[in-house]
C-alpha cells in the first residue's frame, strides 16, 4: 500500500518509490516465497545496486547517487514493505560508505566506494562485542601499533553480515582511552567469522560472531586519526537510527497492507470482518500511528540533509517508529487470528523483525537516554 501522505514526496521521490515498489512486487516478493527463510539474497542486493541504490545518499564522484538522506530513507520504507532483511543490508552496507566519505583519505575512498556502491563489495560494520553492546566505549578489541601498521586481536559480536561481508570497518582500542577504526577486508589472515545466530526474525541478514586473532592490517588502514574512532561509531550510528526507523516504518505498511487484505476476504458472525467497528478502529488507530512514525523519520531525514544538528531527532525517529512497528505488526497478527501466527503468512514474520529493530542500532532505551539527555541539557 501507499503511503497516505505520498503527495508531499517530490516528483522524483515519488517517481523513485515506483521503481522499487516495482522491484518489489516483481522481484523481491518472489524470491522471498520460493527460497528459504535463512538465504541471504546476495543477487537481489546485486540487482539494487545495478539500479543505482547500493549507495543512494553518497556523492556521485565515489560512483553514489547523490540523492539525500530523505531519499535514502524512502527506498529502504519502501524494501521493507515486503520484509526487513534486504532493507536492513542496504542500511548496514551503508555505514561503511558514510564512514569513508565523511572520515576515509581521498585514497581509501578511491579504492573503496566506488566497489561498494556498486555492489562489488559488501559492507559491514564491527563494533559490539561479547561482554559490550550499547556500551561502545567499553570495547575490549586492541589494535597494537607496529612498524608496518597494526595488530588486531579480539572478538565482536552481533555483526551483521558476519559471513558474507567483504569489507569490515572494526573498532578497537589503541590505547587506554582510546578506540580507533580499521577498514578489515574478508581475506585479512587471523580473521574468522563465527557461525551466525538463530535469531526470530530478519532470518536472511546474516548476523554473528567475528574472531580476530593478530589481523595484521597496514597504516593505511586507519580511518581518521588515532582515537576518533568512538566518535566515527556514534556519527555512523546517529544516521543508522533513521534508517532503522525508516525500515520500522516500511514493516508497519507491511503488515497493515497483510491484515487489510486478511479482514477484506474473511466473515465473523455471518459479517465480513471489513464491517466490523472494532476491526476498522484498529486498522484506524495501525494506519495513524504509522504515518505519525514515518513523518518523524521524514523529519530527522531532512534535519540532517539541512546540515543542523539531528542525533536527538534520529533517537526520537528510531525510538516512535520502532515502538509503533511492534504495535503495528502486532495489531496485523491479532486481527489475522489463528492464521496470524502462520508461517505461511507474513504478519508473524513482521512482529519478528519489528522486535529486532527495536534493538539494533541502539536499543530503544539508548534512544531515550540520547532524549533525556538532549531535554536536560
Not at 516528483?11 to 516465497?33: G, H, I, N, S, W
Not at 479482514?263 to 476491526?279: C, I, M, Q, S, Y
Request: with cysteine; glycine share 10%.
Amino acid at each position: 500500500m501507499r503511503p497516505l501522505f505520498e503527495d508531499l514526496l517530490t516528483e522524483e521521490q515519488q517517481a523513485l518509490a515506483e521503481t522499487v515498489r516495482c522491484f518489489v512486487k516483481d522481484e523481491l516478493k518472489p524470491y522471498l516465497a520460493s527460497s528459504p527463510d535463512d538465504e541471504f539474497p546476495r543477487l537481489l542486493f546485486a540487482r539494487l545496486c545495478a539500479m543505482g541504490l547500493g549507495g543512494i545518499p553518497f556523492p556521485a564522484e565515489y560512483g553514489g547517487g547523490g540523492a539525500d538522506y530523505a531519499t535514502y530513507a524512502l527506498v529502504l520504507e519502501e524494501l521493507a514493505v515486503a520484509g526487513g532483511a534486504l532493507a536492513g543490508t542496504l542500511s548496514v552496507h551503508g555505514l561503511p560508505q558514510l564512514i569513508l566519505n565523511r572520515f576515509g583519505t581521498e585514497e581509501q575512498k578511491r579504492r573503496y566506494l566506488p566497489r561498494l556502491a556498486g555492489g562489488e563489495l559488501l559492507g559491514a560494520f564491527a563494533l559490539t562485542e561479547p561482554e559490550t553492546g550499547s556500551d561502545a566505549a567499553a570495547i575490549a578489541t586492541r589494535a597494537a601499533a607496529d612498524p608496518d601498521g597494526f595488530l588486531i586481536s579480539g572478538s565482536k559480536a552481533w555483526i551483521t553480515h558476519s559471513t558474507v561481508a567483504d569489507l569490515f570497518v572494526v573498532f578497537a582500542r589503541t590505547g587506554e582511552k582510546e578506540i580507533s577504526a580499521f577498514l578489515v577486508e574478508k581475506t585479512a589472515s587471523g580473521l574468522t567469522p563465527l557461525p551466525p545466530e538463530r535469531k526470530m526474525g530478519l532470518r536472511r541478514s546474516p548476523t554473528g560472531g567475528l574472531s580476530l586473532d593478530g589481523v595484521r592490517v597496514p597504516k593505511g588502514a586507519l580511518v581518521g586519526r588515532p582515537g576518533d574512532g568512538l566518535g566515527i561509531a556514534l556519527t555512523a550510528l546517529d544516521s543508522g537510527r533513521i534508517t532503522i526507523g525508516a525500515l520500522a516504518v516500511g514493516l508497519c505498511r507491511g503488515a497493515l497492507e497483510a491484515a487489510l487484505g486478511y479482514v477484506r476476504t474473511r466473515k465473523a458472525f455471518g459479517r465480513p470482518l471489513e464491517k466490523n467497528d472494532v476491526v476498522r478502529a484498529r486498522l484506524a488507530e495501525m494506519a495513524a500511528r504509522t504515518e505519525a512514525a514515518a513523518a518523524l523519520v521524514r523529519e530527522a531525514a531532512r534535519l540532517r540533509d539541512s546540515g543542523r544538528p539531528f542525533s536527538a531527532a534520529a533517537a526520537a525517529a528510531k525510538l516512535v517508529a520502532t515502538d509503533t512497528a511492534l504495535f503495528v505488526t502486532a495489531e496485523a497478527v491479532q486481527l489475522c487470528g489463528a492464521t496470524g501466527v502462520s508461517g505461511e503468512f507474513p504478519a508473524i514474520h513482521f512482529f519478528n523483525d519489528a522486535k529486532i529493530a527495536q534493538i539494533v542500532e541502539g536499543a530503544n532505551d539508548v534512544q531515550r537516554m540520547v532524549l533525556a539527555r538532549a531535554l536536560l541539557s
